[in-house]
């Protein structure tokens, strides 16, 4: 006989990752105005609430944090290029962009989702961004290439498990190792990869050690 009813309406839209669904959905981000209801007819204003996130299909709501986690396809597309900018700043340290190392960035950059990324366009984005900052080969991470790692990984880094996390480090160790032990530019830059993936440092020299091992 007597209780509350809130009343939605809706004050934007879009398209999140819905936690009850488990995949990219649209949703309507509502507002409630609440008010006491006698023999179900509202009566007095009980003020606001929310706002909460719907989701179109399955209807459930969601705090407006669930905002903050991003949908699978702008994961795969911040994972990529992710991938993309550590190789970049791999092989800008390794001094020479020999052809073993462009392979080996190729292949990485190819599996983390360029399928038509090749060594040559790699060795021409590497020699246009040296000409471009003034940077010159082989020199430790300066400050204007650790701001792109930062940019690149500091987004991504809430949103992958350790496993994950550690994989992308690996994988611009694994360019860094392939024509030859890594170069002091090389290490500096892992570091500060490893850094923006929020890995400590003991665990970034365990990585790297454990890279220079044969499996």
Do not use: F, N
């Given at each position: 006989m007597l209780g509350t009813r809130t009343a939605w309406s809706a004050v934007g839209d879009g398209e999140f990752f819905c936690p009850g669904c488990g995949g990219d959905r649209n949703y309507q981000r509502l507002a409630g105005r609440r008010r006491f209801i006698l023999l179900g007819v509202p009566v007095l204003p009980r003020g606001e609430t929310g706002p909460v996130v719907e989701c179109a299909a399955c209807r459930r709501h969601f705090g407006t944090d669930v905002l903050d986690h991003p949908t699978t396809t702008r994961f795969s597309a911040m994972l990529r290029d992710a991938v993309h900018t550590v190789a970049l700043a791999v092989l800008a340290?390794?001094?020479t962009c020999s052809r073993t190392a462009l392979e080996?960035?190729?292949?990485?950059?190819?599996?983390?989702g360029f399928g038509d990324c090749t060594e040559d366009q790699l060795n021409a984005l590497v020699e246009a961004l040296a000409a471009d900052t003034g940077r010159v080969y082989g020199e430790p991470c300066g400050a204007g290439l650790a701001i792109e790692l930062h940019e690149a990984l500091d987004p991504l880094a809430p949103h992958l498990a350790a496993p994950g996390r550690e994989s992308i480090l690996l994988q611009g160790a694994r360019i860094a190792l392939a024509d030859g032990p890594y170069t002091p530019a090389e290490r500096d830059v892992l570091s500060t990869v490893g850094a923006a993936l929020t890995i400590c440092g003991d665990d970034v020299s365990r990585l790297l050690a454990a890279a220079r091992?044969?499996?």
């Open positions: 340290a390794g001094g080996a960035a190729a292949t990485e950059v190819r599996a983390a091992t044969p499996s």
